[in-house]
């Protein structure tokens, strides 16, 4: 249904804060529904794409995911940071889809 589908965000959510959360020495935030900060600042967001189906069903469901990994815009509206820059300086897209990977596996079953 839509609204169990909506709940993927949720579940990338915490998946993803996990993941980051591995990776530096502070603990990163939620903004519901989509988006991770560190330091109040903005380090990743989650957005969803599907497509209505018939008798109340969804036909597909996209999830999107951006981390900040190694750079960030420096003059955005709000503020924003990378996982490298919070602590993590080492860090490589690879890991960092590693890390993710395992943590959205695990919250997605316990979904």
Not at 33 to 40: E, T
Not at 68 to 86: G, I
Request: aromatic share 8%.
């Amino acid at each position: 249904s839509p609204a169990a589908a909506a709940q993927v965000s949720f579940v990338a959510a915490v998946a993803l804060a996990e993941a980051i959360g591995s990776l530096i020495p502070g603990v990163p935030r939620l903004k519901w529904p989509n988006d991770v900060l560190i330091d109040g600042a903005k380090t990743a967001g989650i957005l969803l794409e599907s497509e209505p189906g018939r008798a109340g069903t969804v036909d597909w469901l996209v999830l999107g995911i951006g981390v900040n990994v190694c750079h960030f815009p420096p003059d955005t509206e709000y503020r924003a940071t990378s996982v490298a820059a919070s602590g993590a300086p080492q860090v490589t897209v690879e890991t960092m889809l590693e890390r993710l990977a395992e943590r959205l596996e695990v919250w997605y079953r316990r979904w």
